[in-house]
């Protein structure tokens, strides 16, 4: 099978693009503050250039299955990057907030077609037994570009303009479009599926009101008492029901739900919603200890958080390779164990923690996850036979938007009750040191919260086992 396609091109074309999705992402986290200085706007509204994104990855991905039977992989390929680089282009010459706004949405929108293709394509070019290394690059992409946004942009914000995050972005691009052109081929079969809008609405209405809910509940100054909090997610949950079970009434459904008939893929997507939200939870919340609770600046704390990610990025290669050779079970398990370990020393942060003992934990938390995440979502997508590879990435992918937006809201929300609580028995809530103490006291139980889902994720893990693939099977008979 791997004779037929350049596979080293098409998955540098794909990882190429993948990774400045993925940077772009975080990127202009950092930048928030100055946006919210130069176009004159509050804490909330520039908190919609990520919800915005959020929101428009959780519509579009639930709808990506049904896309990749529709178009060639060339032409999702296409309409991915174009709609990304018109994306970019309009944010490096973003005038005002509303410009900006919109390029996220394109930004978005393309990234959401990008990601399904290219674990559809892994699936598709690449046989069983080669699978875990390829996925370790993609995991490389997906987990070290996020990671890295903040750290750059910290340093094209001291240095230029924000502006600048759009214009690094677009070259990149260009050649992933331009190597995509040259050797990207259709390897998946266009099916003339029907689009039944009643499915596309209440997938819309369901992943985006849920998404949208728990975003703006990690907003916080209401947090979840607001009624715009509590109705989204309620309409969100309700619609979701409605499109579970009308996709199990249609003959051709637009997200096949019988990927949930594998057990090993049900396993290793509760294992990779974990880590989504371990990720989420602490990258939102190790920054905001190491500048409200131990007192640094941004770029320190984003430099901090590098190495973990780094190397999380790096192992993601050599966690495949040992994957294909040894299955899931040994690297799975002796993950969840070191996250579960280092997230209970996590519940010990101070104020006094030393720099080196909150890299080294951060460190050691995503190599923990690496373990986790790439064998456990591999392993998963392996037991589905091919003609559900579309549907069950694209489950994959619309959950885990919905798991990181859980996670930060959830994080964030544990975080500002832990803090209230704390100032409220203070003699002295306006005193840096105490407010210092309060962010500790809520960090830490965010840890606890954490390390509640990684012990069960540990149960869970000890049910993985590798599986025999459909195409190993045939292969065998």
Same mark, same amino acid.
């Given at each position: 099978?791997?004779?037929?396609?350049?596979?080293?091109?098409?998955?540098?074309?794909?990882?190429?693009?993948?990774?400045?999705?993925?940077?772009?992402?975080?990127?202009?986290?950092?930048?928030?503050?100055?946006?919210?200085?130069?176009?004159?706007?509050?804490?909330?509204?520039?908190?919609?250039?990520?919800?915005?994104?959020?929101?428009?990855?959780?519509?579009?991905?639930?709808?990506?299955?049904?896309?990749?039977?529709?178009?060639?992989?060339?032409? $999702?390929?296409?309409?991915?990057?174009?709609?990304?680089?018109?994306?970019?282009?309009?944010?490096?010459?973003?005038?005002?907030?509303?410009?900006? $706004?919109? +390029?996220?949405?394109?930004?978005? +929108?393309?990234?959401?077609?990008?990601?399904?293709?290219?674990?559809?394509?892994?699936?598709?070019?690449?046989?069983?037994?080669?699978?875990?290394?390829?996925?370790?690059?993609?995991?490389?992409?997906?987990?070290? +570009?996020?990671?890295?946004?903040?750290?750059?942009?910290?340093?094209?914000?001291?240095?230029?303009?924000?502006?600048?995050?759009?214009?690094?972005?677009?070259?990149?691009?260009?050649?992933?479009?331009?190597?995509?052109?040259?050797?990207? !081929?259709?390897?998946?079969?266009?099916?003339?599926?029907?689009?039944?809008?009643?499915?596309?609405?209440?997938?819309?209405?369901?992943?985006?009101?849920?998404?949208?809910?728990?975003?703006?509940?990690?907003?916080?100054?209401?947090?979840?008492?607001?009624?715009?909090?509590?109705?989204?997610?309620?309409?969100?949950?309700?619609?979701?029901?409605?499109?579970?079970?009308?996709?199990?009434?249609?003959?051709?459904?637009?997200?096949?739900?019988?990927?949930?008939?594998?057990? $090993?893929?049900?396993?290793?997507?509760?294992?990779?919603?974990?880590?989504?939200?371990?990720?989420?939870?602490?990258?939102?919340?190790?920054?905001?200890?190491?500048?409200?609770?131990?007192?640094?600046?941004?770029?320190? +704390?984003?430099?901090?958080?590098?190495?973990?990610?780094?190397?999380?990025?790096?192992?993601?290669?050599?966690?495949?390779?040992?994957?294909?050779?040894?299955?899931?079970?040994?690297?799975?398990?002796?993950?969840?164990?070191?996250?579960?370990?280092?997230?209970?020393?996590?519940?010990?942060?101070?104020?006094?923690?030393?720099?080196?003992?909150?890299?080294?934990?951060?460190?050691?938390?995503?190599?923990?996850?690496?373990?986790?995440? $790439?064998?456990?979502?591999?392993?998963?997508?392996?037991?589905?036979?091919? !003609?559900?590879?579309?549907?069950?990435?694209?489950?994959?992918?619309?959950?885990?938007?919905?798991?990181?937006?859980?996670?930060?809201?959830?994080?964030?929300?544990?975080?500002?009750?832990?803090?209230?609580?704390?100032?409220?028995?203070?003699?002295?809530?306006?005193?840096?040191?105490?407010?210092?103490?309060?962010?500790?006291?809520?960090?830490?139980?965010?840890?606890?919260?954490?390390?509640?889902?990684?012990?069960?994720?540990?149960?869970?893990?000890?049910?993985?086992?590798?599986?025999?693939?459909?195409?190993?099977?045939?292969?065998?008979?």
């Amino acid at each position: 099978m791997n004779n037929q396609y350049n596979t080293r091109a098409i998955m540098a074309s794909l990882l190429i693009c993948g990774f400045v999705g993925m940077f772009s992402e975080t990127a202009l986290n950092i930048a928030i503050t100055n946006l919210m200085e130069e176009f004159q706007i509050s804490a909330a509204t520039a908190q919609w250039l990520t919800t915005g994104y959020l929101l428009t990855l959780g519509i579009i991905m639930p709808i990506s299955g049904l896309l990749l039977q529709m178009f060639t992989t060339r032409q $999702m390929f296409m309409g991915s990057l174009i709609s990304f680089i018109v994306g970019t282009l309009i944010g490096a010459l973003a005038l005002n907030f509303e410009m900006l $706004m919109f +390029a996220r949405v394109l930004q978005a +929108a393309g990234m959401a077609l990008l990601l399904p293709l290219l674990f559809n394509t892994v699936l598709v070019i690449y046989p069983p037994q080669k699978r875990g290394v390829a996925m370790g690059f993609v995991g490389l992409v997906i987990m070290f +570009a996020p990671a890295i946004g903040p750290t750059i942009s910290g340093l094209l914000i001291e240095y230029l303009t924000w502006h600048y995050i759009f214009w690094l972005s677009l070259p990149f691009l260009i050649i992933g479009l331009l190597i995509g052109l040259k050797y990207l !081929e259709n390897v998946t079969d266009v099916t003339k599926a029907r689009i039944d809008l009643l499915s596309v609405a209440l997938s819309t209405i369901g992943f985006g009101g849920v998404v949208f809910g728990f975003s703006k509940a990690g907003e916080g100054v209401e947090g979840w008492s607001s009624m715009v909090v509590v109705t989204s997610i309620i309409v969100g949950l309700v619609a979701l029901v409605l499109f579970i079970l009308r996709q199990n009434l249609m003959h051709d459904p637009m997200m096949n739900l019988n990927v949930f008939k594998y057990p $090993m893929y049900v396993t290793g997507l509760l294992l990779v919603l974990s880590c989504m939200i371990f990720v989420m939870s602490s990258m939102i919340i190790l920054p905001m200890f190491l500048q409200t609770g131990a007192g640094l600046s941004v770029f320190i +704390a984003g430099l901090m958080l590098l190495p973990g990610s780094a190397l999380n990025g790096i192992l993601g290669p050599l966690v495949g390779r040992l994957f294909d050779k040894f299955g899931p079970k040994w690297l799975v398990i002796p993950g969840l164990i070191l996250v579960a370990v280092v997230l209970w020393f996590f519940t010990t942060l101070s104020p006094a923690s030393s720099v080196v003992f909150i890299v080294a934990l951060h460190t050691a938390l995503m190599v923990g996850i690496c373990m986790i995440w $790439m064998p456990a979502q591999t392993n998963g997508l392996n037991q589905l036979p091919p !003609e559900l590879y579309p549907h069950g990435t694209a489950v994959l992918n619309s959950l885990q938007q919905v798991a990181g937006a859980i996670g930060i809201a959830v994080a964030i929300s544990i975080l500002t009750n832990g803090k209230e609580k704390y100032l409220h028995g203070s003699s002295d809530p306006t005193k840096l040191t105490e407010i210092a103490s309060a962010t500790t006291a809520g960090t830490q139980s965010v840890f606890w919260f954490m390390l509640i889902i990684a012990l069960l994720g540990l149960i869970l893990g000890f049910f993985i086992r590798r599986v025999v693939n459909h195409e190993e099977r045939y292969s065998a008979h």
